[in-house]
């Protein structure tokens, strides 16, 4: 019966030669309510078109794609929007494919037939694009621009279009919206670079601009758009948050523009700089928004958007590439994939405590989806366990010692464990890495971290690569005195250090053990210094952070550990670490929330604060939108206490609850003035009281106690 109200060329157009393509992401909730609307829109209207859905996270309710007759292909979570347009245009068979985000619904003035029309008209045109009905603010959007070279081709401009209409109403433009119906042979010709998950728009039109293929708008094909957004989705998406890091690429795919400009945004590909996006298109950019360093990387291979795998020497000797017995290239001169960031966690093979630990973070932030979650651009990175020999009867040095790798696992066997010989553990560990794998960035870290790793990103990727090679960074030690005696102090006798391992009363600066980040020239520094002890007969520090730092400064003979006082105490972002780069995790509330008016008003602004400061305290996990905030405005790398995730209440339900019991605080104080008495001092909590809130436990039930004088007193 419906399809008895199709238009009749639409009817044979909707069967044979349409298919209908959604660009879903299903992370957040209110984005498969809006694809159910959608495909419930568009099934009342045509019955009998294929539908794909390219579902980026792969959590869309499966019934309702069968209730509506959909196609369902999932790809990789946080892909993108050009990754999800390709597949769907691999997927379609038809010469015909409508291409739509989410966010949309078909209505009366969705006549796909009028696309269709219009392209017949012009066998020229690649695509027929309509307007948007804001359902938020009203009135429709055509977003037609027309681009334009200046500058011998150098400069790009994209300026709204003055549309001149022609048969069917419909005229020529240069690019429209993403709701669209394009002929399947100009996208599979000229398609979406997959490394833009974002910003992907322009450089998809351009291309269609530079090879002579025309664009359609018709203004009279309408779909209503809902321009409402989730907290969650302002909070941790990429279009809004880190949208900067994909201009790069249309740069890298037009080499010939030096600058590109749209209505909303700028950038300069020959200085490298871009100007914050401004929504309101009417006005002129800001000037004090403009200049800011557009992220670059020079020399990676960043065509890929999933992980590389780990390739060592090993498997390229068994491929038969270079003889078993060569030693002398280094993993580069191989030719082996790069991996920009190797993380090697220290860790022990059989104690139960360490066992316990990377089985946690195996579950967490190592898991696969965490880290697709986590990783905002197409830079790959892997990790490996090192652990040693538990019970060796003779500690043997590094050079003696073989590998095994098994898993994420790599066995260094003959190096022991224990923390006297942690030194040799992470020298072969170094060794290892720099013969069998091309890595930038070698981050140790011990097995009771916890490593965000795109906050880490956000920080090293923008650093030139002379500094990134160079970098040696983490929490630094100044002026720390050498322990002597190891009578001291039972808990200082493993640092107790004699003098023919280190003669100085200070240590130079160097970076805590827990976690610090060395660049493939500075890791060569410090085998370098390495081996000049073993040269001269001098035994190795045992102290391993500092012999890190004092290998690094004799070979190099000047301390290059000054970038880490940028960074703050383990890898704070700069913008939150204070002068001195040892700024504390806390939180001071507003001063609405200090002075304990309005307290639903702080609820919000205390859990983001939570976010920041008792994570570094509890550590574990947290929802995912919280991880994007920790990620993006927080520490990228935390102590992890010894407790599990279950031990503690979600965040969200800490900040209710502490909300909750502030106001039944307020409510005791009142009833206990009215009688005359008062809540004694101590029982306020401390970010209550004006302090600041650095892991304090919840206000509990019974906080305030209210004390009456008594006759006597009076």
């Known amino acids: ?386 652990m040693g020999e538990d019970g060796s009867p003779t500690p043997r040095v590094s050079p003696s010692s073989t590998t095994a790798i098994s898993g994420d696992s790599l066995r260094l066997l003959g190096t022991a464990e224990g923390y006297r010989n942690l030194v040799h553990k992470v020298v072969a560990a170094m060794r290892w890495a720099a013969t069998e794998v091309d890595f930038d960035v070698l981050l140790k870290a011990d097995d009771d971290v916890v490593v965000h790793v795109s906050s880490l990103y956000d920080w090293v990727w923008r650093l030139p690569p002379q500094r990134r090679h160079a970098l040696y960074a983490g929490y630094v030690w100044r002026g720390k005195p050498v322990v002597r005696s190891d009578k001291l102090s039972q808990s200082w006798g493993r640092w107790a250090v004699p003098y023919e391992q280190y003669g100085e009363p200070t240590y130079p600066p160097y970076a805590d053990g827990s976690a610090y980040a060395l660049g493939r020239d500075a890791v060569a520094l410090v085998l370098q210094g390495v081996t000049e002890r073993e040269r001269a007969g001098a035994p190795l520090l045992e102290v391993e952070d500092a012999f890190v730092g004092t290998a690094e400064a004799a070979a190099k003979a000047a301390n290059r550990i000054t970038p880490a006082d940028k960074v703050g105490k383990l890898f704070v972002p700069p913008a939150s670490a204070g002068d001195n780069g040892s700024a504390p995790l806390s939180f001071t509330p507003p001063a609405h929330c200090a002075k304990k008016r309005r307290p639903k008003r702080c609820a919000y602004e205390l859990r983001r604060s939570w976010c920041v400061s008792l994570v570094a305290l509890y550590g574990s996990t947290a929802e995912s939108w919280f991880h994007k905030g920790i990620t993006s405005r927080g520490t990228s790398i935390i102590k992890q206490e010894e407790r599990t995730a279950a031990a503690w209440p979600r965040w969200r339900t800490r900040g209710e609850q502490e909300s909750q019991r502030l106001e039944a605080y307020q409510r005791q104080r009142s009833r206990c003035k009215r009688a005359g008495g008062e809540c004694a001092r101590e029982a306020l909590p401390a970010w209550a009281a004006g302090g600041k809130l650095v892991g304090k436990p919840l206000l509990p039930q019974g906080a305030c106690k209210c004390s009456v004088p008594t006759e006597r007193e009076l």
Request: glycine fraction near 6%; proline fraction near 4%.
């Open 1 to 386: 019966m419906l399809s008895s109200l199709l238009p009749s060329s639409l009817a044979f157009l909707a069967e044979s030669d349409l298919t209908i393509g959604i660009k879903h992401t299903s992370a957040y909730g209110f984005r498969r309510e809006q694809l159910d609307r959608l495909l419930r829109s568009i099934r009342r209207r045509y019955a009998t078109a294929e539908v794909i859905v390219a579902d980026d996270g792969c959590k869309a309710d499966r019934t309702a794609a069968r209730t509506h007759n959909v196609t369902l292909v999932c790809t990789e979570a946080g892909s993108g929007l050009s990754l999800g347009r390709n597949t769907i245009v691999r997927r379609a068979s038809t010469e015909f494919v409508l291409l739509l985000d989410d966010d949309v619904v078909f209505s009366e003035a969705t006549d796909l037939a009028a696309l269709h029309d219009a392209l017949v008209r012009d066998p020229g045109a690649a695509l027929a694009g309509g307007c948007y009905d804001d359902l938020v603010r009203g009135g429709a959007d055509c977003f037609n621009l027309a681009f334009s070279v200046t500058g011998g081709g150098t400069a790009v401009a994209a300026r709204f279009a003055t549309l001149q209409a022609q048969g069917g109403g419909c005229g020529v433009v240069d690019a429209t919206h993403n709701f669209f119906l394009a002929r399947r042979s100009a996208l599979v010709q000229h398609g979406w670079d997959a490394r833009q998950r974002v910003m992907e728009h322009e450089t998809f039109f351009y291309a269609l601009w530079l090879h002579g293929q025309r664009v359609l708008a018709c203004p009279a094909v309408r779909v209503q758009h809902n321009t409402s957004r989730s907290l969650a989705y302002v909070s941790s998406s990429l279009r809004f948050g880190r949208m900067a890091y994909f201009l790069q690429y249309l740069c890298k795919d037009f080499p010939e523009v030096a600058s590109f400009a749209t209505p909303f945004i700028r950038w300069d590909c020959a200085t490298r700089t871009y100007c914050e996006p401004t929504f309101n298109a009417r006005f002129p950019y800001n000037a004090p928004e403009c200049g800011k360093a557009m992220p670059w990387w020079e020399d990676e291979d960043d065509r890929s958007a999933v992980e590389l795998p780990l390739v060592t020497r090993a498997h390229v000797e068994a491929w038969g590439a270079v003889d078993a017995g060569s030693a002398s290239p280094t993993a580069r001169e191989l030719g082996l994939p790069r991996v920009p960031l190797l993380m090697m966690i220290m860790t022990h093979p059989t104690s139960a405590a360490s066992r316990a630990r990377r089985t946690h973070q195996r579950a967490t932030w190592l898991s696969k989806e965490w880290r697709q979650r986590d990783r905002p651009w197409p830079v790959p990175w892997r990790y490996l366990y090192v």
